[in-house]
């Protein structure tokens, strides 16, 4: 099956250092403690992270809705993830996703079915089986 790489790098002390995270196919994201914990530029592993799940999900979805006899138009996902102090550390402890799906013919009943079970049969979401993942999901 798939194989997938990327790789990451830090210079320097925790306070000034700078980092890189490089998917093996993709632009470099740089990062730093600024753009991680106090909203600087630059990118984090927490966006990663969210765009992973979100570019998994609508995927995934698409599949689903496809094995339904639907061909979704546009599936558009986003991803906020939420790091939180944990004792000595942080933790990922929720991630919500949103999702708008160009779609017509599906009652919004069976569409809804279709989004939770895809939320909960995407790769990404079981790697991040300890995470909380919640999904509002709706039809445009």
Do not use: Y
């Amino acid at each position: 099956m798939a194989i997938s790489k990327a790789s990451a790098q830090w210079e320097g002390s925790l306070r000034e250092g700078r980092g890189a995270m490089k998917p093996e196919h993709a632009p470099e994201a740089p990062f730093s403690l600024s753009s991680r914990f106090e909203g600087g530029r630059g990118s984090n592993p927490e966006e990663l992270l969210g765009a992973a799940l979100s570019g998994c999900f609508s995927m995934a979805l698409a599949a689903a809705l496809n094995k339904e006899g639907q061909n979704p138009k546009a599936v558009r996902t986003s991803a906020v993830v939420h790091l939180d102090k944990e004792g000595e550390g942080f933790k990922v402890s929720r991630i919500e996703l949103s999702t708008s799906v160009e779609l017509s013919g599906l009652p919004n009943e069976k569409f809804q079915a279709i989004a939770q079970e895809t939320k909960k049969q995407c790769p990404v979401s079981k790697a991040l089986a300890g995470t909380q993942i919640t999904l509002e999901a709706k039809l445009a």
